[in-house]
């Protein structure tokens, strides 16, 4: 059975780093892409980042996240993270990992990977 539980959220101030964390467990994921989404406040939920199994290839929203967001893929341990930085109020939302066969199903506005984790929770304040 397929599980991804995400872990490292919290409440930061505007201008803070967090790394959030993806274990994967309960199935084959190299022919996924991993990939890192958002719910704000009253918004539908987002594409953020996302990694090709292998980590070679990477994919961000836009370039405002580009530039402050980085995900990589750490093989021994199965697990995908999101390092943030400079972070605005504006990142503040439910942060979901989920592992996709296409990267298509991912970008587009209704995402629609194939297995999504619970979510963990980041909050910046101004």
């Known amino acids: 059975q397929v599980s991804l539980v995400e872990s490292g959220g919290g409440l930061v101030q505007a201008g803070s780093s967090l790394r959030l964390s993806c274990a994967a467990s309960g199935g084959d994921f190299s022919d996924y892409y991993m990939g890192w989404f958002r719910q704000g406040p009253g918004k539908e939920r987002e594409f953020v980042a996302a990694i090709t199994w292998n980590g070679e290839r990477t994919y961000f929203t836009d370039f405002s996240i580009k530039d402050r967001f980085n995900i990589s893929k750490e093989n021994a341990k199965n697990t995908v993270a999101l390092q943030m930085n400079s972070m605005k109020p504006e990142d503040t939302g439910l942060y979901y990992c989920?592992?996709?066969?296409?990267?298509?199903?991912?970008?587009?506005?209704?995402?629609?990977?194939?297995?999504w984790g619970q979510g963990t929770q980041v909050t910046v304040s101004s």
């Open positions: 989920a592992a996709a066969t296409l990267l298509k199903e991912c970008i587009v506005p209704d995402p629609r990977p194939n297995y």
